[in-house]
């Protein structure tokens, strides 16, 4: 399958800061899309982008997908302890071609 | 929004013996079904892809025999582990989409059965 490659890995924040977390393919993508798991549980999407160049916002979350279409970033504003978790991207290429990202874990530090 | 649901949510059960997880999509009719497996602290690998009433779709490396799927209709699949060994304790999530209906097709995801065999 695709390869996807988030980073960082993980991530130890202080409460209030802000989160940056990228992630790319070789590959292009017609669909990007961001998760979040928490433990024990299954992914909610939070994030769907559908086209080059497109932002979109969430609340404190933002994300971007890439012009190259080979990358998407997403962006917490203003951590808060409730957004610890892995969160996961995810690229689509066609309806049944869906790959997750290697994941980034976050920590929130109150 | 679209809720999926998964039984049961852990299992325990001694080695050779065989195990059924169910998937089911509650509140929309979920043409294709896929199930997913993850291990401690990685991501989900795509393990097979059933649409309602065909066969399933497995990746490479993914011993159809040995996981055996079932998507007998519109709101439940089945995965059924067949003699399980150790090494196949994992975390099982299923996802369902609608392609043709809510969300244009976006894949909504279970809670996830563990699964540990002893």
């Known amino acids: 399958g695709q390869q996807l490659n988030q980073s960082p890995q993980s991530m130890f924040i202080q409460e209030g800061e802000d989160v940056s977390m990228n992630c790319t393919s070789s590959?292009?993508?017609?669909?990007w899309l961001w998760y979040k798991q928490d433990p024990g549980e299954g992914p909610v999407l939070l994030i769907a982008l559908y086209k080059a160049g497109e932002l979109t916002s969430n609340g404190r979350l933002t994300a971007q997908f890439g012009i190259t279409r080979k990358d998407s970033f997403l962006n917490i504003s203003a951590s808060i302890p409730s957004d610890v978790g892995i969160y996961f991207c995810a690229g689509q290429i066609s309806s049944n071609q869906f790959y997750f990202g290697t994941g980034t874990s976050l920590t929130v530090i109150p | 929004g679209a809720v999926v649901s998964q039984h049961p949510s852990r299992v325990i059960c001694k080695s050779g013996t065989s195990v059924k997880i169910e998937c089911r999509s509650l509140d929309f009719q979920a043409t294709t079904m896929f199930w997913y497996r993850q291990f401690p602290k990685k991501s989900l690998m795509l393990m097979a892809t059933s649409n309602e009433g065909s066969k399933a779709t497995y990746e490479q490396g993914v011993e159809k025999d040995k996981f055996l799927i079932n998507h007998a209709s519109l709101t439940l699949s089945t995965l059924t582990v067949t003699s399980a060994h150790p090494e196949d304790s994992s975390f099982y999530i299923c996802?369902?989409?609608?392609?043709?209906?809510?969300?244009?097709?976006?894949?909504?995801f279970g809670p996830g059965t563990r699964l540990t065999v002893l």
């Open positions: 996802s369902a989409r609608d392609l043709w209906g809510l969300a244009g097709g976006e894949q909504f």
């Open positions: 590959s292009i993508f017609n669909t």
